[in-house]
């Protein structure tokens, strides 16, 4: 069992950057897909990012060209770096290794206007 837990997040103003941390309690070099994913108030769950073991990334539309998501997996950590927010970026963001079940609890970021 793998613990994910997040870091970074917090109030920025819109135009700012911040970022997210997600420590991995074990090793994550044999965990394929890891992604960041958000819940707004009132909306469903979104993937916002993917990486897999290799590096190949995906990002949603949404946040293409400003956010990054990265790994180390010799630190056991995963990255989301936030460039240009926007106040329709503010959620809570959580790290997940999906399909072996493991979730953060989630950081909270809001981007004031």
């Known amino acids: 069992q793998v613990q994910l837990v997040e870091s970074g997040g917090g109030l920025v103003q819109a135009g700012g950057s911040l970022r997210l941390s997600c420590a991995a309690s074990?090793?994550?070099?044999?965990?394929?897909?890891m992604g960041w994913y958000r819940q707004a108030p009132g909306k469903q769950r979104e993937l916002v990012a993917v990486?897999?073991?290799?590096?190949?990334?995906n990002v949603a539309d949404s946040v293409k060209g400003r956010f990054t998501i990265s790994r180390d997996n010799a630190k056991n950590t995963l990255y989301l770096q936030m460039n240009r927010l926007k106040p329709e970026d503010t959620a809570v963001y959580y790290c997940?290794?999906?399909?072996?079940?493991?979730w953060g609890q989630g950081t909270q970021v809001t981007v004031s206007s």
């Open positions: 997940a290794a999906p399909y072996e079940g493991y």
């Open positions: 074990g090793t994550i070099f044999s965990i394929n897909d």
């Open positions: 990486i897999t073991r290799g590096g190949t990334t």
